[in-house]
């Protein structure tokens, strides 16, 4: 697509934590959670992040919508009218402003959701903080985005212990659409559900996508999800992006060694078929001291030399389809349907 169809790029975002020792607190070192990604966004698209718990993806995410100040790097997101807006410099008066457009589902709905407020003062509280709507206008509006997302408006005074989990999480995206954002974070958005709860919210989100013109980040470590409800797939490990294209790409032709083995843990619904799993071998690099070359090296059996003293390049290698491995033009990687 157009670079004017995109509603976010980042570019060259980093994020580190000093690590601090001694009676002085000296910085000794720096863990780099987010180390250099590149991607984008389009209007009306998803893309999902995945990749194992502690690869920065939640970190990724906050660091976009300026949750947690990023340490290096540009996050430019357009504005309704058209414009490209610098995230990481942006002063509060102006954050506030421009965060109407970019909200956050949590993963866990047991935690995110206050249990002292009800329903009506969960959803209608960003309306009130933005100077969106107030007293009977605000009610009117909570009650329809509850309609929204499949609840019963009657259930307004009611607290969040009144409600299941998968009702909790569709109070958290109401919540979300409050103020008609533009771009939403799903963070784990129903890792914490049951499966069969999982698909609702799923088809919901989708839904909703459709109705809203909305765009999402959608962060999982599950792999069916990610297919299921990606146009996009990036995969990182130890703060970096990996790969990333499209879904169908991705799952049936990968370029790098760790999706093709994060790929062979995926189950396959037929139960004549094969596992081919890819057992990684060694211990996940650790952020705060990685390894030189490529990060991945260590685990991998197809690295060499190179790969060990030089850290690859972020290259396209095909339509819309990027990654970061030295071999990635020579390797013939198995999919989730060559398995």
């Known amino acids: 697509m157009e670079n004017n169809s995109r509603i976010l790029e980042v570019t060259s975002l980093k994020k580190y934590f000093p690590v601090k020792k001694g009676f002085l607190k000296r910085t000794v070192g720096h863990v780099k959670a987010v180390d250099d990604i590149h991607l984008h966004i389009n209007e009306g698209e998803t893309l ?12 990724l995410g906050r660091c976009i919508l300026r949750a947690i100040e990023p340490s290096e790097g540009s996050a430019r997101f357009k504005d309704r009218k058209g414009n490209p807006v610098e995230l990481t410099t942006l002063d509060p008066k102006q ?44 009610r009117e509006r909570v009650k329809r985005l509850m309609e929204m997302v499949g609840l019963n408006s009657r259930h307004l005074e009611r607290y969040p212990h009144a409600f299941s989990g998968g009702q909790r999480q569709r109070i958290g995206i109401a919540r979300a659409l409050a103020t008609n954002p533009r771009f939403i974070v799903c963070d784990e958005a129903v890792s914490a559900l049951d499966v069969s709860v999982q698909a609702q919210i799923l088809n919901l989100l989708q839904d909703l996508q459709e109705q809203l013109n909305l765009s999402y980040l959608f962060i999982s470590h599950d792999l069916g999800v990610i297919q299921h409800i990606s146009d996009r797939v990036g995969v990182m490990y130890v703060g970096k992006m990996v790969e990333m294209a499209e879904t169908d790409a991705l799952f049936n032709t990968p370029k790098h060694p760790y999706t093709e083995a994060l790929l062979s843990a995926k ?38 030399e190179l790969c060990k003293q030089k850290a690859p390049e972020w290259t396209e290698v095909g339509k819309d389809h990027y990654v970061a491995c030295h071999l990635a033009g020579e390797l013939e990687l198995q999919g989730v349907h060559t398995q």
């Open 95 to 138: 954050l506030r402003k421009i965060r109407r457009d970019m909200q956050l589902i949590f993963q866990d709905p047991y935690s995110s959701l206050n249990p002292r407020m009800t329903v009506l003062n969960i959803i209608g509280e960003p309306l009130l903080c933005n100077g969106i709507a107030k007293g009977e206008e605000l």
């Open 48 to 59: 999902g992040l995945v990749g194992e718990s502690g690869c920065g993806k939640t970190t």
């Open 267 to 304: 189950p396959v619904p037929d139960p004549r078929a094969k596992s081919r799993r890819i057992i990684l071998e060694g211990e996940v690099a650790n952020p705060a001291n990685p390894p030189s070359g490529c990060y991945f090296h260590p685990r991998c059996k197809y690295a060499t």
